[in-house]
């Protein structure tokens, strides 16, 4: 019998060895951030809110990494080009009330990634509305930099501008 045992043991093994178990990361708030297309469903899921609805900081915060940092290029009013910088919470105390107030939907209409090692890049162009069946309002593109550890993707900053005539869509980040 303990002849038996030995060579079972080592064929299950083997099996463990050779198909490791990925197991998926879900967030209390059901975003599962084992994958790229979990992590970037969630990324838009989480700012997309009903008019009336408030934003959960909590929830984009189990997204990204801890101090991440976000930001937005931007025009001002004398035609200059701007960067705004900030904290991840910061954002959200300076966006929530206006995306609450008047709702706001934004989802991926393309996307291009690049990878090295454990480290992603991701050019998502999107477009925004008030409501999920209202009109465009904004276009734009996120440029998202991530961290995958082996169990799960973090993302580690973002940033975005918008689409303007003096700044439109290149065709090739809308494929």
Not at 12 to 19: D, G, R, Y
Not at 50 to 77: C, F, M, P
Not at 127 to 150: H, K, M, Q, Y
């Amino acid at each position: 019998m303990k002849k038996n045992i030995l060579p079972l043991l080592i064929a299950i093994v083997s099996i463990a060895i050779t198909f490791p178990a990925h197991s998926q990361v879900i967030t209390k708030y059901g975003d599962n951030v084992s994958t790229l297309d979990g992590i970037m469903k969630a990324y838009y899921g989480v700012v997309s809110v009903k008019k009336g609805e408030i934003v959960s900081y909590e929830r984009d915060s189990l997204l990204h990494i801890a101090n991440a940092h976000v930001g937005a290029g931007y025009t001002d009013k004398q035609g200059k080009q701007q960067f705004s910088y900030m904290t991840l919470k910061q954002y959200h105390k300076l966006a929530d009330p206006s995306l609450s107030k008047n709702g706001f939907d934004e989802r991926e209409i393309a996307r291009r990634v690049e990878k090295f090692g454990s480290i992603y890049h991701v050019w998502s162009t999107y477009e925004s509305r008030n409501t999920a069946d209202g009109p465009v309002t904004e276009r734009g593109i996120n440029s998202i930099e991530l961290f995958n550890d082996g169990t799960r993707f973090w993302i580690l900053a973002w940033f975005y501008d918008g689409e303007r005539k003096d700044n439109p869509i290149p065709a090739e980040y809308l494929k």
